[in-house]
């Protein structure tokens, strides 16, 4: 056997085999993985979550010895209390390494901790090379530069992207005469349409689950080690596509937004944590898409246009800005909200029952689609003042597709406006009319939605209008915000008032106020 003169790390978001590391095995080059603890521990995290990379990170790892590649593989058994950069060092002295590789990691965090890391090893003559993944669309600074200091605009972004990468277009002209059908896909479940059951995978995790408890972890939520439901790998990932092609794809578009009580997933794909675990390129995942569209008659424009529209915009778009903003973004709190999480995010034991049934489908499920996230337990965060640190801290925990490129834009950004509206034009409020109409959670809820003030009244409501007014200073300006605070000067004195009165009221402690 040959000396060995490279070492390659992957991390675990970097689980894609069609990357160029792995077109030739090289005898002198070691590929090191590893389960770390301060990973898991960063910050609380979703049993599911932890579970799911290390199942996926395992399966990688066998793949990549099976084509003859070398593999050093440490699990989270393995001295869990040593860091990345002992593991490295340690193997470079050992095995008397020449030049160490990594790909260019997606987290702020761990990029200069391998940036300082260079440092450190180009001091010891140590040869160091970054490599892009070779996953995105885009480059890291592709959207910075294509704006600028200019404000940032999505629907700019996306048809840049679409011209670009010539998706769903006729010539220079976007396919169907429209860049965007989001007006005809945001329809509430019609309680008609079937419903197909998820594809489901049943993998045993029994053992990664008991190493997991045993190094001391804590952890989120409840699993089912005998029948685990997360992709492993790519060819669990193209399953879930085709799967989605074929059945849920024809009503994607059309229920979307939609929040129903009896099914957590409806018609969405559940390709996220294999996306951002890079198993399946995003290229794959759009050509696909559009290619079920042109063989399958019943699959419209419209369903495949606000798949592609998350996928070649939105995912891009945030990444984009989050390089753009780092590390400064994490920072931000434009209304410098301060009060802390509600016990109830934790244990879903609210009588809102649109807040508990989002916070139970995540302890069962590691998972929640964009609306929950954004108008239930987002939008509650933003009404309530909670403190967008904790937030960010709950969403990159529970959910197992959060990787925080992706979590702290939708959630610092989208969800609670904290970053004064780089990314939103607005923030995303709503009274419980929208919970409502979007959903069957208000019907079987202890508090009625279209009562107006009282104490069953929806606490959407009162906290709604309160927001409005104690932020009016700072939003009034805002010709997107214009409609809601002419709305709010035609209440009476006696409505608002009452609002103000109960708000405050429930502000004063949630937990005891809303929970069960």
């Not at 090191?32 to 290390?54: D, G, N, S, W, Y």
């Not at 990787?403 to 989208?414: F, S």
């Not at 929208?434 to 809820?445: A, F, G």
Request: hydrophobic residues 35%; contains cysteine; proline residues 3%.
């Amino acid at each position: 056997m040959g000396k060995l003169k490279r070492i390659r790390l992957i991390l675990g978001d970097q689980l894609n085999p069609s990357h160029s590391w792995f077109d030739q095995v090289c005898d002198d080059t070691l590929y090191l993985m590893a389960e770390m603890h301060q990973e898991a521990l960063h910050p609380t995290q979703h049993i599911q979550k932890i579970v799911a990379f290390f199942h996926a990170m395992r399966a990688f790892a066998r793949q990549l010895e099976t084509e003859g590649h070398k593999v050093s593989y440490h699990f989270i058994s393995q001295d869990p209390e040593r860091s990345l950069k002992e593991r490295i060092i340690t193997l470079i002295e050992t095995q008397q390494i020449d030049c160490f590789e990594y790909q260019l990691p997606d987290d702020y965090r761990l990029d200069q901790q391998l940036l300082a890391l260079s440092t450190h090893l180009k001091e010891r003559n140590i040869e160091v090379v970054s490599a892009d993944t070779e996953h995105f669309l885009t480059s890291r600074l592709e959207l910075k530069q294509l704006f600028g200091d200019k404000s940032l605009l999505m629907e700019r972004f996306y048809r840049y992207m679409r011209k670009k990468h010539k998706v769903l277009m006729e010539g220079d002209k976007p396919l169907g005469g429209k860049w965007n059908f989001d007006h005809d896909n945001r329809k509430a479940y019609d309680f008609k349409t079937p419903i197909i059951e998820p594809l489901q995978f049943n993998y045993d995790v029994s053992a990664i689950t008991e190493e997991i408890e045993k190094s001391g972890v804590t952890t989120f939520g409840v699993i089912d080690s005998q029948q685990f439901n997360w992709p492993k790998d790519y060819a669990d990932a193209r399953l879930l596509l085709d799967y989605f092609c074929q059945h849920l794809l024809q009503h994607f578009g059309t229920f979307q937004d939609a929040l129903y009580s009896e099914h957590s997933f409806l018609f969405h794909s559940r390709l996220s944590f294999a996306l951002n675990t890079k198993m399946i390129s995003p290229k794959e995942v759009i050509s696909t898409v559009i290619e079920a569209k042109e063989t399958e008659p019943r699959i419209s424009l419209e369903q495949v246009e606000g798949f592609v529209r998350q996928l070649l915009g939105w995912r891009e778009f945030m990444r984009g800005v989050y390089w753009k903003e780092m590390p400064e973004y994490k920072k931000l709190n434009f209304f410098n909200h301060s009060r802390p999480l509600p016990e109830f995010y934790w244990t879903g034991k609210t009588k809102m029952k649109c807040v508990s049934h989002a916070v139970t489908q995540t302890k069962k499920e590691a998972y929640a689609h964009h609306i929950q996230r954004l108008m239930v337990t987002g939008n509650f965060g933003l009404l309530s003042e909670i403190d967008p640190d904790a937030l960010d801290r709950w969403y990159l925990g529970v959910y197992a597709d959060a990787i925080e490129w992706v979590e702290i834009t939708n959630t610092r950004g989208m969800s609670q406006f904290a970053d004064g509206g780089i990314i939103a034009t607005k923030p995303y409020i709503s009274s419980g009319n929208y919970i409502d109409k979007m959903s069957n959670y208000c019907k079987q809820c202890h508090f009625n939605p279209k009562e107006k003030t009282g104490e069953t009244a929806c606490p959407f409501n009162a906290l709604y209008w309160n927001f409005l007014v104690k932020k009016r200073e700072v939003l009034a300006n805002n010709q997107r915000m214009s409609m809601m605070y002419r709305i709010l000067d035609k209440k009476s004195n006696e409505e608002l008032s009452a609002h103000l009165e109960r708000a405050e009221m429930l502000l004063t402690d949630l937990d005891r106020h809303l929970g069960e």
